[in-house]
């Protein structure tokens, strides 16, 4: 039997993403990373494999390749455009074994189901129940999911089901767009949640804040947060730059709480800190340092933070202890993602 890897590099993905007739895709997930979701699957010949998300199509093929002739791939997106082009590609290519249908991958594809697998190239709010319910006993799931109600702060998860209840077997650092309700043409530049204030000129910046619900219906603490970065009083460079971000993203959900913040400014430039309603210190993905002023206590308490992460060891995924948490929200009843520190 063929091996993983050679399954998987059988699968051209130029083909799929650099395509003559439809045109290069600009938007799309590092073809490294979907193949490393793609293993951590764990697709066995004959499976029956739900994919939310069909992008391009190439994370489709893989899974096909996975499941081999005797299995079936359902793949499903908001997109007709995505799905009818990854139709066409897959037909073109003599891959039968795949139909991408238009739907909205939140509540699963129910017509098709059970599924021994299921593969998410989206974040959702949170792990939705109807994936677990359409999971057949023993199955497993690869889905990034939220570890904080803010953007781009995410675990991409192994999960598996013990006694009818999902379980983490493992995370790791990673991550995918937002999922949306509609088609949209950059969920990256702009995310589709928890983005508390934004302004357009002279150049889109925005900022997400952990402390949302304490602030006014007007977002003033957001509004005054933003502004005092993107017009800082303080510069500095972190002396221990290179940063790894993924690391200190996921560390400071645990050691930042309700404070902790995220901000994209001005050319793109992302941040992680600590703001209120009236001082703001962020330090961005460079290093850089930008505070409200030298003596800000929002600056004193980010460098408190760093100082913890140095302290842990700049921890990799492995270190963090991951659970889910029940969640009957009602527009999206399912289980949170939660990590803590590890208890040893």
């Not at 029956?48 to 005797?70: D, F, K, P, Q, W």
């Not at 304490?214 to 303080?234: E, I, V």
């Not at 793109?268 to 703001?275: A, S, V, Y």
Request: net charge negative; proline share 6%.
């Amino acid at each position: 039997m063929a091996s993983a890897d050679s399954l998987l590099g059988g699968v051209p993905e130029r083909y799929y993403v650099h395509n003559k007739d439809r045109g290069e895709t600009l938007h799309r997930s590092a073809p490294e990373a979907i193949q490393r979701d793609v293993i951590a699957l764990e697709v066995s010949e004959g499976d029956h494999v739900l994919e939310i998300g069909t992008g391009t199509g190439y994370s489709g093929a893989l899974l096909a390749a996975r499941a081999g002739t005797s299995g079936r791939v359902t793949s499903v997106d908001i997109s007709d455009h995505l799905v009818t082009w990854a139709n066409r590609l897959h037909h073109q290519r003599g891959v039968t074994t795949i139909t991408c249908h238009v739907a909205d991958g939140m509540i699963g594809y129910r017509p098709h189901a059970p599924y021994q697998r299921i593969a998410a190239w989206c974040t959702p709010p949170r792990l939705p129940i109807t994936w677990v319910d359409q999971l057949a006993p023993n199955g497993r799931i690869v889905a990034c999911l939220p570890i904080a109600t803010q953007p781009s702060t995410t675990l991409v998860t192994t999960i598996t089901l013990t006694t009818g209840q999902p379980r983490v077997e493992t995370v790791t650092f990673g991550g995918y767009a937002q999922s949306t309700a509609t088609a949209v043409e950059d969920a990256l530049t702009i995310p589709a949640r928890w983005v508390d204030y934004r302004v357009d000129q002279p150049h889109l910046a925005w900022i997400s804040i952990g402390w949302r619900d304490d602030d006014d219906p007007q977002h003033t603490g957001a509004r005054t947060a933003l502004n005092l970065l993107l017009d800082p009083d303080h510069t500095e460079t972190y002396h221990r730059a290179p940063l790894d971000w993924l690391s200190w993203t996921a560390y400071t959900v645990i050691v930042g709480g309700p404070q902790r913040s995220l901000t994209a400014l001005g050319d793109g430039r992302r941040g992680i800190g600590h703001t209120t309603a009236t001082s703001a210190a962020v330090i961005l993905t460079d290093g850089t340092i930008l505070a409200d002023s030298a003596d800000s206590p929002s600056l004193t308490t980010l460098r408190t933070w760093l100082q913890r992460w140095e302290q842990a060891g700049r921890p990799d995924a492995t270190w963090f202890d991951a659970s889910l948490l029940p969640n009957d929200e009602s527009d999206l009843p399912g289980w949170d993602l939660r990590i803590t520190a590890p208890r040893r």
